[in-house]
């Protein structure tokens, strides 16, 4: 079967990788993955690969520029003739809506965020077959667009479990990285998200200075790109933890290639996302790794946060409960690693992910 898969760009985040990952096993199963993307840093891995990559504006939102734009993509999908075509985001979704209607190729969709409830977001729900990475989403897409549940397909997102184990690190770089943060004697709590409001990098901080203010043996990481369009908040971050007595033991790491060392390294994740997670995708990264979660209880993250067992939930923006449970996890309480890694394994693995995918597409052969 011939697959083209479209998103806006390929740069960093979780449903871009989640793109590359899918292309990549798709390809070892005979597949012809083809993505069509506005481009981006991670094009080089996909055709590296085995996909074959089509650069063409699906990103804009620019009226004007559409219908051009949508007569390329037009004559991009009758050139290739896919035996199905997979949109992952609205803007996308919208121009193979147009482009499709002389062609006639089944659609999929997947649902990857909680989209405002309009006609512009509703696109989504038009696709033969519909897929959502959490059972939170379902609920969501059901009650606000009134989606038919036949139609939809609860596919979590696949974790590679050959790249995520401990069998593969790279010990050079984790005792370079203890070295470097003097780390020997300290516990690492990481929390692992870009720089935005929304993943509320500021109660971390405060949760940390509280009980940092209390024992000397932990250290905060922050591994995440800044957003370009959220450069004041990251400055915000860096106000607060200047003006603290312990800036000394919180790093800002950016954006990282090198995950599964770092999480090798970490005692605690942290996810304090004030909105909805559609899956969090670095939250189960973590659990493979064998880390214990500490998260908001909203959206996705009531899929695999099991209080005691992979973690525990705190309330958005309640530092002081946070504070509490980094020192309950630490020194009060003992995770079983392994467990979490067992149940982190069981329910989210890359080849589940790909399973479901392909039994979606060969229904359309």
């Known amino acids: 079967m011939k697959i083209v898969q479209l998103i806006p760009e390929l740069n960093e985040g979780g449903v871009e990788r989640g793109v590359i990952e899918l292309s990549r096993e798709l390809v070892k199963q005979g597949f012809e993955s083809i993505v069509i993307s506005n481009g981006g840093k ?13 650069q063409l504006d699906v990103y804009s939102k620019n009226i004007v520029s559409a219908p051009w734009r949508i007569v ?19 803007i996308p979704a919208w121009m193979v809506f147009f482009a499709n209607k002389c062609l006639h190729f089944p659609v999929v969709s997947t649902v990857h965020g909680f989209n405002s409830v309009n006609k512009y977001s509703a696109i989504m729900i038009k696709a033969d077959q519909i897929i959502c990475a959490s059972s939170f989403l379902v609920e969501h897409i059901v009650k606000h667009f009134h989606a038919d549940p036949t ?21 050079q770089f984790i005792e370079v990285f203890k070295q470097k943060h003097h780390l020997t004697h300290k ?68 954006s990282q290639s090198k995950m599964k060392e770092l999480y090798s390294l970490a005692d605690l994740t942290i996810s304090a996302s004030t909105k909805p997670e559609t899956f969090g995708r670095a939250n189960v990264e973590s659990l493979a790794m064998g880390v214990p979660l500490l998260a908001t209880p909203i959206g996705a993250t009531k ?32 995770f079983n690693r392994e467990l979490i890694k067992v149940f982190a394994k069981t329910h989210f693995s890359l080849d589940q992910m790909v399973d479901k995918n392909v039994a979606i597409y060969r229904m359309f052969e």
Do not use: C
């Open 303 to 334: 899929d695999y946060v099991i209080e005691g067992q992979t973690g525990f939930f705190f309330e958005p923006r309640n530092h002081h409960e946070l504070a509490k449970l980094m020192q309950k996890s630490l020194s009060d309480y003992s």
């Open 151 to 171: 139609k939809i397909h609860i596919i979590p997102r696949g974790i590679d479990f050959n790249y995520f184990n401990t069998e593969t690190l790279d010990t």
């Open 187 to 254: 516990h690492a709590i990481f929390h692992v998200a870009r720089i935005t409001h929304w993943k509320d990098q500021a109660t971390t901080i405060r949760a940390f200075l509280e009980l940092r203010s209390q024992r000397n043996d932990i250290k905060l990481f922050f591994a995440g790109g800044i957003d370009p369009k959220r450069v004041s908040y990251y400055e915000e971050l860096q106000t607060l933890v200047i003006n603290s007595e312990y800036a000394e033991d919180i790093v800002f790491l950016g």
């Open 42 to 54: 991670l094009v080089e891995q996909l055709e590296k690969d085995g996909s074959h990559h089509i």
């Open 72 to 90: 390329k993509l037009y004559f991009a999908l009758k050139n290739i003739q896919p035996d199905l075509v997979h949109v992952r985001s609205r």
